[in-house]
């Protein structure tokens, strides 16, 4: 068994696959459990002052879109985070870490 195998199996622990800019903000890809999430962090200027919208969606569950805009960044994910555990049973989403998402972003300086 290689070493890799041994620490992760790419299946289990949350890490972030990849990071790209869109138009609006920045999009993380994290994937746990074999499950994929993706998180898209933009800000927003109104009359004011700016706000953040965190968005969170999985691609292999269409329709799992939630978002949510706070003051800061790490709020709006805390929001996020709250509202993808009520619908993973009733919406039957994926369960993932959210303290490790969190984690994860702050590691990258997205949160």
């Given at each position: 068994?290689?070493?890799?195998?041994?620490?992760?199996?790419?299946?289990?622990?949350?890490?972030?696959?990849?990071?790209?800019?869109?138009?609006?903000?920045?999009?993380?890809?994290?994937?746990?459990?074999?499950?994929?999430?993706?998180?898209?962090?933009?800000?927003?200027?109104?009359?004011?002052?700016?706000?953040?919208?965190?968005?969170?969606?999985?691609?292999?569950?269409?329709?799992?879109?939630?978002?949510?805009?706070?003051?800061?960044?790490a709020?709006?994910?805390?929001?996020?985070?709250?509202?993808?555990?009520?619908?993973?049973?009733?919406?039957?989403?994926?369960?993932?870490?959210?303290?490790?998402?969190a984690?994860?972003l702050?590691?990258?300086?997205?949160?």
């Open positions: 068994m290689s070493r890799a195998n041994k620490t992760d199996n790419g299946t289990d622990k949350l890490r972030i696959t990849d990071q790209f800019r869109t138009r609006t903000g920045m999009a993380y890809e994290l994937r746990q459990h074999g499950a994929r999430l993706t998180v898209l962090i933009a800000e927003r200027t109104n009359d004011n002052g700016s706000e953040w919208l965190v968005e969170a969606s999985s691609v292999q569950f269409p329709g799992s879109e939630v978002s949510h805009t706070a003051s800061t960044r709020e709006a994910l805390r929001h996020i985070g709250v509202q993808w555990v009520e619908g993973a049973t009733t919406r039957g989403l994926p369960s993932f870490d959210w303290t490790a998402v984690t994860a702050t590691a990258v300086r997205a949160i």
